[in-house]
């Protein structure tokens, strides 16, 4: 079974510049969780789906970043423009559906760099 | 004061010891509790979840909970070199979201 998939795994842009980032979840799990991690810093959370709802983005930064997951399946984020504070590696996690002490598996991250 | 704190390390053990790492966490309704490890340039991979007060073992393993002082606690026995990694502490408020909520990570030394 494939795990969940990131795209790409790193990315450098110029500030000022548009970066999408796209997590392909495990199938059929219905919550899609977007983290990112600055360096030295926690991993904090930006924002969660269930199937194609926005549950919760209490934690994106501002209004730079927009997340989608058209169909439930995929999720994308977009980084528009881009500052330099976006730098860090951006996470996306899947879980099964309404389950409390259900793990939540990651994908290998996308290293985002802002020159 | 921040929902989950851990101490960011490193720490550095010999190997064969007792590796102990500690998270506390302020919401006192938190309902489950999560020990990540992180590889330096990988994903997090689940090692354990707790969510009742006590010890939960799983071979080297053994998480620790204590509702009552807000406190959970990886036990590692007999610490390897390949354990050092980055160990992050992930918590399950109240409130029914079910999103994990993460501490900054120790990160843990294990030297020959």
């Known amino acids: 079974e494939a795990g969940v998939t990131q795209f790409p795994s790193h990315s450098v842009i110029e500030k000022g510049q548009t970066v999408t980032l796209r997590c392909d979840p495990i199938?059929?799990?219905?919550?899609l969780y977007w983290y990112r991690r600055v360096m030295g810093k926690e991993i904090k959370f930006l924002l969660h789906?269930?199937?194609?709802?926005?549950?919760?983005e209490s934690g994106m930064p501002n209004n730079r970043f927009l997340a989608e997951r058209t169909g439930g399946t995929y999720s994308t984020l977009k980084v528009q423009p881009a500052e330099l504070e976006d730098s860090g590696v951006y996470f996306c996690?899947?879980?099964?559906?309404?389950?409390?002490?259900?793990?939540?598996?990651f994908g290998q991250g996308t290293r985002l760099t802002v020159v | 004061q921040k929902e989950v704190e851990q101490n960011s390390g490193p720490l550095s053990v010999p190997e064969g010891a007792i590796a102990s790492l500690n998270c506390t966490y302020s919401?006192?309704?938190?309902?489950?509790f999560f020990w990540y490890r992180q590889y330096s340039g990988k994903s997090p991979e689940l090692i354990m979840f707790i969510y009742s007060n006590g010890d939960k073992e799983d071979g080297r393993f053994t998480a620790q909970l204590n509702k009552a002082s807000q406190y959970v606690s990886l036990l590692i026995r007999d610490s390897q070199p390949s354990d050092s990694a980055t160990y992050l502490c992930a918590v399950i408020r109240s409130g029914g979201s079910y999103i994990p909520t993460f501490g900054r990570g120790t990160s843990l030394i294990v030297h020959p």
């Open positions: 919401d006192r309704g938190s309902q489950s």
């Open positions: 996690a899947s879980s099964p559906p309404g389950q409390m002490n259900t793990e939540a598996f």
């Open positions: 789906f269930v199937k194609e709802s926005k549950q919760d």
């Open positions: 199938s059929g799990h219905d919550n």
